[in-house]
Structure formats: C-alpha cells, structure tokens
C-alpha cells in the first residue's frame, strides 16, 4: 500500500516537472516573437523618421531597397554605386594574392579554388594559413573605409562588418573543430594612438566577433613604432615591421587563431602577427580583411 502511494507521488512529480518545463519553453517562444515583433515595429518607425540613405551617395533608397536594407544580411548602397564595390575575384588562399580578374560586388564567389596556391606561396609559404578579403581596395569601398577610418561612424562599422560575413572566408582547419576561433586584431602602437586618432582595427574586429558569437581577445602588442606602411615602397613595407609585435602579458594562446583587419597590403603586417601567434603556440592562424590592395 505505501509502496503504491509512493509511485503514485513520483509520477504526479514527474507530471509537474515536464508541465513546468513546458510552460517554460512556450515562454521563451513567446518572448522572442514579441521581441521581433516590436524590433519590427520600430525599424519601421525608424524608417519613417529617417529613411535609410546610401552610405555612398547619401541618397535616399527606394522603397524596396529601404525594405531590404533594414533586414540582417543586406547592404545599404544604391543601384548606382554598387558597381564601384569591386568584389575580390580568385586569389591564392595562402596570401590573398588576386590571380585572375575580379567582378562587381555580389556577382560571383570570392577566392581561389582550395589548395591553389600562388608561384610565390608553393616556393616559401606564409606564417598565415589562410587569407580571405572581400573587396578590392580602390573606388567606392575605398573612400567607404577611408570615411569609417575618420570619423568611426557606426552605419560604415555595420556596413563593414557586413562585407567581411559576406565574403571573408575562414577555411576550417585540423585545430578549427577544437571549439570557436579567438578573434584577434592588429594592434596599433600607443602613441600611434594618440597622435592618429580615428577608428581603430579593433572595433571592427570586435564587432565581427560579436555577429560570428566568437571569442574576441587583444594578444599581441606593439613594441615599437614604424613608420606608416601607406608611405613606404613594397621592399621596405617587407622590414618595416619585423619584430614590431610581441604578446601580451598573460595571455593564452588558443590552438586557432582569427586575425581580423581592415586592408591588407603587402600582407608583412599581418604576416608578422601571424609569425609571433605560431611561435607563442598557435595551431592555425587565419586572416580576414575588408579589401585587398593591389
């Protein structure tokens, strides 16, 4: 009999258990479609208090373009200035050498076939595993970066951020099942800082982070300042930065690494980043960036 009446009681226990959690789950369903509902409602208040204009023109977008350019995933440029965003077209994974010719922004994929590297990667290869760029530095995306750089409007972040989901590619390695890569940017030196002030790398490679769900952490340091690489011929950007970084105090350095910046050039900076991260430890250091200089 008290044997009966113990089962009885553990099964009304488990009744209220799996009715609580149900209700739970219809709660949590709940919450996020009003959530939506009223993230909807106020970006259509919002685009009627200030339509949405091209980044690049500052015209106002049509009606369709406003629809869209509201929603995640969508580019906010008009019909007339996407032709300047030039897509980077198949370059050499290993250094994001462009190889053949690139196309307009959205009509194609970017990079090279996998494991098609360039003359100069089969013969020497990289500190780097992987370079993947979205645009090519020139035209619209240029002036677009060069806005975002001087001001550190939070509409060109977005934009920016944009771009490298899009089209930075970050190829999945031995080490990259292990867990989500650590997003690391390329530091600047301190009084780089004070003297240039303006946005920095690490915005960017924080927000790209943050829209990924990766981890983000500042490992290296600047330890000595260099002249800017924007002035220097293609011979001395090579040197320039040769023993410029080093990490920072304490840091732990994860088996596979990210490093996120806004142009690539030459590829020493990042290339020197990626040296001192696989000395440190590093299973497999990959590098995103917006554009790629030619």
């Known amino acids: 009999m008290a044997a009966g009446a113990q089962k009885r009681k553990r099964s009304r226990h488990r009744k209220r258990k799996a009715n609580a959690r149900r ?22 208040v919002l685009d009627l208090l200030a339509p949405p204009r091209c980044l690049c023109c500052d015209e106002l977008l ?5 629809v869209s350019a509201g929603s995640k995933g969508a580019l906010p440029v008009c019909e007339s200035c996407r032709p300047g965003l030039v897509q980077m077209g198949p370059a050499c994974p290993r250094c994001g050498a462009l190889v053949a010719a690139a196309g307009v922004l959205g009509g194609g994929s970017c990079g090279a076939g996998p494991g098609v590297f360039c003359g100069a990667c089969e013969s020497a290869h990289p500190p780097q595993d992987s370079v993947s ?13 060069l806005a975002w750089k001087n001001s550190g409007e939070q509409a060109l972040l977005v934009f920016l951020v944009e771009l490298l989901l899009r089209c930075g590619k970050c190829p999945a390695g031995p080490s990259a099942g292990a867990g989500r890569p650590l997003v690391c940017p390329v530091p600047r030196h ?3 800082r004070l003297f ?9 490679a924080a927000a790209f982070a943050s829209r ?22 293609r011979k001395a950007r090579l040197v320039n930065l040769r023993g410029a970084f080093c990490l920072r105090r304490g840091v732990k350095i994860p088996s596979h690494v990210v490093i996120v910046d806004d142009v690539l050039t030459t590829g020493s900076t990042v290339g020197e980043c990626a040296r001192v991260l696989k000395k440190a430890g590093a299973e497999r250091v990959d590098v995103i960036t917006v554009a790629r200089s030619l």
């Open 62 to 66: 049509p009606l369709q373009a406003r």
């Open 212 to 233: 990924r769900r990766w981890r983000f952490g500042r490992l290296l340091r600047k330890t000595r300042r260099t002249p800017r690489q924007a002035v220097l011929g």
């Open 23 to 44: 209700l739970q789950i219809t709660f949590g369903r709940l919450t996020v479609f009003l959530w939506r509902m009223i993230c909807w409602l106020a970006g259509g």
């Open 190 to 192: 301190p009084l780089d």
């Open 133 to 145: 760029c979205s645009l090519v530095y020139e035209g619209t995306g240029k002036e677009i970066l």
């Open 196 to 204: 240039r002030p303006g946005a920095e790398g690490a915005h960017l």
